[in-house]
């Protein structure tokens, strides 16, 4: 059997992998159960927490982790662009009927483009329990390519971004044919031309950046607007 070392990422399977490597040996049902015991507040969504999946049961941190190692959006469904499935809506109508209430302030987990274009890439359908946790209702679409969270490492915060600057300097610097700029390759020609070409590249990344209104991850997950 050939291992797939370049499989797509499932979102849920990551998503819920994280949650039981970090989350506390807890019940977390009873957890988030006893909390909205103590702080319910008009328009949280009524649930019989005895008919939940535990499983499917996310605080706001862990959904922020995930959104930014992957560079995803945590949004409200108004701003998603896209269209649930009827298989999502099904969920949804039986989720209702079993808890006998109607359920509302659905959010949506998925990349940036899919809240200005209609695109297929692994979106998550959530529920507000309250108390900043979140019930996972449906996923679809296609899995995330296996390279995102590597692909977007660098921007999840400056430190990351320079070491990845500074290794792409590098890179180009190692297979630069030195005799073009100087007849002595020796190590300081080579420092030298490497400063030059970092200070290129930082500068192509940072004029692109500031053109296309780019941020870090961390900055982004949540956020509405399109140049972010």
Request: aromatic letters at 12%; hydrophobic letters at 45%.
């Amino acid at each position: 059997m050939k291992l797939n070392l370049l499989a797509s990422t499932n979102l849920e399977t990551v998503l819920k992998a994280s949650v039981e490597k970090h989350r506390k040996a807890t019940d977390i049902l009873s957890h988030v159960k006893s909390l909205l015991g103590k702080s319910r507040f008009e328009g949280t969504n009524q649930f019989d927490f005895d008919q939940l999946e535990s499983a499917n049961i996310f605080s706001l941190e862990e959904i922020k982790t995930i959104c930014i190692d992957y560079r995803l959006r945590f949004l409200d469904i108004k701003y998603f662009k896209g269209s649930i499935p009827q298989e999502g809506k099904n969920k949804i109508a039986a989720l209702e009927e079993t808890h006998q209430t109607h359920l509302s302030g659905f959010k949506i987990m998925a990349p940036s483009v899919m809240f200005r274009l209609v695109k297929t890439d692994d979106p998550l359908l959530f529920v507000p329990l309250g108390n900043d946790y979140f019930y996972l209702i449906h996923k679809w679409g296609k899995d995330l390519h296996p390279l995102r969270k590597l692909r977007m490492l660098p921007f999840q915060n400056i430190w990351n971004l320079l070491l990845f600057l500074l290794g792409v300097s590098l890179l180009i610097t190692a297979i630069t044919p030195m005799g073009m700029f100087t007849k002595n390759a020796d190590s300081t020609a080579f420092l030298m031309l490497y400063f030059f070409i970092f200070k290129a590249v930082a500068a192509v990344v940072l004029f692109c950046g500031i053109m296309l209104g780019k941020n870090f991850n961390p900055a982004i997950w949540n956020s509405k607007y399109n140049k972010t």
